[in-house]
């Protein structure tokens, strides 16, 4: 019978990943911690109407991408493509934004019917951050630089790009969007076939074609900055300000608008040339009209997700993974003889008992001491723990280091957690 695979674009994270994953994972929460968020968690699947209805109907997302179904009930249903109108459909639905404020951060894997490649996938996996009930700039400066801190302590702060721009406010992107259409509408036999189709529903998402000839005919089309009202200008400079006070780079990118519908005022993306068509590792931005788009009481918000993926795609390129990401054992043990194996257990949960942090996997299948020391040291533990009758006799155990030329020494099993304190 022919093998099941996986579903095309959805990848199993196997053993020798996941401990790359667990570092980027760790390392960001314990960063989101000393900038006071919290975390939330929301379900995979959510009414298909909470993704049209924010992330907007003419995008490329809600028009060919999201995996939609009918449950059993008849409702149509919508495996996340995003986290942003869940997290706020949540904190809407459980009062979370009334006179309140909230920082929010959530991970986890959103799905998109796209083409398959390198850094793009089916099922992928965000870190998002999400925080409500502040106007700004501020907070938009704050969780930029949270950023920038997060790819200096990956090692990536030379390797990323910061894009930013203003969509400014709704009533300056109306004016704009005629003022386009005007400079477009003569052209539209010119245009690419996506772009005249956005032509009557989302001209602004064409100054974003990736079609070069597109690109060239947007060379004289009018600039969004200059319908940016004095409101949202302000906003932008300020903005501008911090970040050049807290040193952190950044190109203001004028055609930089994203591909879903709710931004405004700030944009952002942290791009990489190391990953080649796929180099957005970091978006987001301000998005004050949702919540009220979505049935809450006015509330202001931003916020931006990271692709997972591409981020570990880009540590293991440069090597930049810690060494220490990826070995998981710190004692192995050993046991052959008879009655052994008992004992081995013994010490095993001795240690265990001992210290919770400590990483001791038992030796299981028997074999001789030489072939069960070959699986010790295949399995990057620093130290092997031997037992053999002799051991067994006298209680004691042999300790012996895997990693350096230290000569193995044997000790009475009680003094073993306080030698090991020493060395782990
Ligand atoms: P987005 O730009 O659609 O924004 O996605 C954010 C990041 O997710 C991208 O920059 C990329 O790193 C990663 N990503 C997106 N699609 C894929 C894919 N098919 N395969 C692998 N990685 C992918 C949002 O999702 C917004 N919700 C961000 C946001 C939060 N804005 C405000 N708050």
């Not at 989101?32 to 968690?41: C, D, H, K, T």
């Not at 699947?45 to 909470?50: A, G, P, R």
């Not at 409500?132 to 990956?154: K, S």
């Amino acid at each position: 019978m022919a093998r099941i695979q996986a579903v095309r674009g959805m990848n199993d994270i196997l053993p020798a990943d996941t401990p790359a994953w667990r570092y980027l994972e760790d390392t960001s929460k314990q960063l989101f911690a000393q900038y006071g968020l919290e975390e939330i968690r929301t379900p995979i699947v959510e009414s298909t109407d909470l993704f049209k209805r924010s992330i907007g109907e003419v995008t490329d997302i809600v028009e060919k991408e999201m995996y939609t179904f009918e449950d059993r009930n008849g409702d149509s249903l919508t495996l996340r493509p995003e986290g942003t109108a869940s997290v706020v459909r949540a904190c809407e639905e459980h009062g979370l934004l009334y006179n309140q404020t909230q920082r929010l951060f959530y991970t986890g894997p959103m799905f998109r019917h796209e083409r398959p490649q390198k850094g793009r996938y089916r099922q992928f996996h965000q870190i998002g951050v999400e925080c409500f009930g502040f106007n700004g700039p501020d907070v938009d400066a704050e969780l930029i630089v949270m950023t920038y801190r997060l790819w200096q302590r990956l090692g990536l702060a030379d390797q990323v790009r910061l894009q930013i721009n203003s969509l400014g406010t709704a009533a300056c992107r109306d004016t704009f969007r005629s003022a386009l259409l005007e400079f477009l509408r003569p052209l539209k036999d010119q245009l690419d076939e996506d772009s005249q189709r956005r032509l009557d529903t989302n001209p602004l998402r064409i100054l974003d074609s990736k079609n070069p000839h597109t690109q060239s005919l947007l060379a004289d089309a009018p600039r969004f900055e200059d319908f940016l009202s004095e409101e949202s200008k302000a906003h932008f400079d300020s903005l501008c300000r911090t970040l050049d006070a807290q040193a952190v780079p950044y190109e203001i990118n004028p055609r930089l608008v994203r591909g879903l519908d709710y931004y405004c005022l700030t944009v952002f993306e942290w791009v990489t040339d190391a990953l080649g068509a796929q180099g957005t590792v970091c978006a987001g931005g301000r998005y004050d009209g949702l919540v009220e788009q979505l049935g809450g009481k006015a509330c202001p918000a931003v916020g931006f997700a990271m692709g997972i993926e591409r981020l570990i795609l880009l540590l293991q390129s440069l090597n930049l993974l810690p060494e220490t990401v990826g070995n998981n054992v710190d004692i192995y043990i050993v046991a052959a003889g008879a009655g052994t194996e008992g004992y081995a257990l013994e010490v095993a949960e001795a240690l265990r008992a001992a210290s919770p942090s400590i990483r001791v996997r038992l030796h299981h299948g028997g074999g001789s001491f030489k072939s069960q020391l070959k699986k010790a040291d295949k399995s990057g533990a620093v130290h092997a723990l031997i037992i053999g009758e002799g051991e067994l006799a006298d209680r004691r155990v042999t300790l012996k280091s895997l990693r350096s030329d230290a000569a193995q020494e044997t000790l009475a099993f009680e003094a073993l957690p306080g030698k090991l304190n020493g060395l782990i």
